[in-house]
């Protein structure tokens, strides 16, 4: 009987196989433990081609060889841009070359009109390409993608696709194997620190809807208007009441308990992939380029093909930028020099999760960030960042009431 993988930390999810099974006789189906999605083999309709499994990256991985090796800080000049924008606005800089060329654009959108749903989506316009920025700290469902991505290739469209290293490199895999034409395929991934569940996070926002009384509208994984650039604050938006910010979620992902297993065992730790751009933050910037750094933002950009490199330089107008060492964007990157490693209580998390109330789970794994101490401490550190200005003008009212 033929299988895909050979256990549960060799499968990231990519749908590879799926995509290029004859026959459709592999599906994604999600465990009911935490949501995570395996292929499961048909054994009445497949017919034992092989294809799932030679597709596949992590039964055979392929050695990356760059074309070329280069290094940037980036920023984008548009502030409001920067503002919309995890970091520096890497993703729209190249994203933007790829759309005023009427080509397409790939990646995570978070569904807000379906229980906040993450999956890959298509763009073919500014407009759409919008709602795919911004991380999303849980894992996107490709469903159908792959083989969108090939439809616009086989039909002369240039195609910027974003994704994990795992599934960027997953799709690079499929279009190898079908002999799919890839001069106009360009792909990115990011500095990731692994994909947690989409159950444990759907349950998330079923409990803080419960724990507030009210319906969430809004979801944004790290909020940068009050906190800035640098801290990872999560904004939740309701109906009615105000604004939540917290780290309760941000928790549960640095826990590290919460990420698929193959994360503990990632082969895309290294610069050397086989993407053509990579991007993140660029932590430490401020130690290398001083008066580069900006509070609400900077990308570290990494760039592996001409292709990419002339995508670049397309959009120097709207952006700035300056090379860097290699050494400089991977020194203060944990996932660029280790794999996460599996947390000592990763099986106490699932079982609680499995068995516990969502409450007493949370009070057990989110670092008890409900507790009164802790709640205090975050409303003194958000106080001790108000503007200079601002907390003067305090001061005088104070000192007018006292002095009456």
């Known amino acids: 009987m033929l299988t895909v993988y050979n256990s549960k930390d060799m499968c990231c999810g990519c749908t590879a196989c799926e995509s290029v099974c004859p026959k459709s006789a592999v599906k994604m189906q999600a465990l009911a433990e935490t949501g995570f999605k395996y292929p499961v083999i048909n054994q009445d309709i497949c017919v034992d081609c092989g294809l799932c499994r030679k597709t596949c990256r992590w039964v055979n991985p392929k050695i990356a060889v760059p074309e070329i090796k280069r290094f940037f800080a980036l920023k984008v000049k548009d502030v409001d841009v920067l503002n919309k924008s995890q970091s520096g606005g890497a993703f729209t800089v190249f994203s ?11 990646g995570a959108y978070l569904d807000k009109e379906n229980d906040f749903t993450v999956y890959h989506k298509r763009a073919d316009n500014f407009e759409g390409r919008n709602l795919l920025r911004g991380s999303k700290y849980v894992q996107s469902d490709i469903r159908n993608t792959f083989l969108q991505v090939a439809e616009d290739l086989n039909s002369g469209k240039k195609v910027l696709f974003s994704g994990t290293p795992c599934q960027t490199d997953g799709l690079l895999s499929y279009i190898e194997t079908k002999r799919i034409p890839a001069e106009n395929l360009y792909t990115m991934d990011l500095i990731c620190h692994g994909v947690p569940s989409p159950d444990v996070f759907n349950d998330y926002l079923k409990y803080t809807e419960k724990k507030y009384g009210d319906k969430i509208t809004d979801f944004n994984f790290r909020e940068k208007k009050i906190n800035k650039w640098g801290t990872h604050i999560e904004e939740i938006k309701f109906q009615n009441r105000k604004n939540v910010y917290c780290d309760w979620y941000a928790n549960l992902f640095y826990n590290d308990a919460n990420l698929r ?35 609400h933002g900077v990308s570290a950009v990494m760039v592996r093909s001409e ?28 996932r660029l020099n280790s794999c996460n490693k599996k947390p000592a209580d990763y099986d106490i998390f699932w079982n609680d999760y499995k068995n516990l109330d ?11 960030q409900y507790s009164f101490s802790n709640c205090l401490k975050r409303k003194v550190i958000f106080v001790l960042k108000l503007p200079f200005k601002i907390l003067r003008k305090i001061y005088r009212i104070i000192r007018r009431v006292v002095a009456r």
């Open 261 to 295: 297993p193959n994360c503990y065992n990632c082969q895309y730790i290294p610069t050397d992939r086989n993407t053509d751009i990579t991007i993140g933050d660029f932590w430490g910037v401020e130690n290398v380029l001083p008066d580069f750094y900006n509070p």
């Open 96 to 106: 933007d070359a790829i759309l005023e060329n009427n080509g397409v654009v790939y």
């Open 307 to 334: 292709k990419a490199l002339k995508l670049l330089e397309s959009q120097k107008e709207n952006i700035e930028l300056v090379e860097v060492k290699e050494k400089d964007i991977v020194s203060p990157q944990p």
């Open 358 to 368: 969502f409450e007493t789970f949370m009070h057990r794994h989110s670092f008890n």
